[in-house]
């Protein structure tokens, strides 16, 4: 299961290195539609119940996110916004957040 994690972040970073190149600001932009629950650049406010994504790893981010997509995490709304995005725009937001301090 690791080895495919890692396959599949590494196939997400080839991509998402490419689809950064097009537009330098899509990662920033794709990232700023989870401000309203995750805080400016992912930077939860303390105590809220809300995961902090601010320097998250991005292995760890792409699994959450996995695991929401795919039911294994229960949420209220994290399944349907999950489902939103293609395994590019996902890891281009994982980037994101990981470079986030």
């Not at 490419?18 to 539609?33: E, F």
Request: glycine content about 6%.
């Amino acid at each position: 299961m690791k080895f495919l994690v890692s396959a599949a972040a590494l196939c997400l970073l080839a991509s998402a290195q490419a689809a950064q190149a097009a537009d330098p600001y899509l990662a920033r932009n794709l990232a700023a539609t989870c401000a309203n629950c995750h805080g400016t650049d992912g930077k939860a406010v303390k105590d809220s119940g809300i995961d902090a994504l601010a320097g998250m790893e991005k292995v760890k981010l792409l699994q959450k996110l996995d695991d929401y997509r795919n039911g294994r995490k229960p949420a209220t709304i994290m399944q349907q916004i999950a489902k939103g995005y293609t395994d590019e725009q996902l890891g281009l937001i994982a980037d994101y957040f990981a470079a986030q301090k």
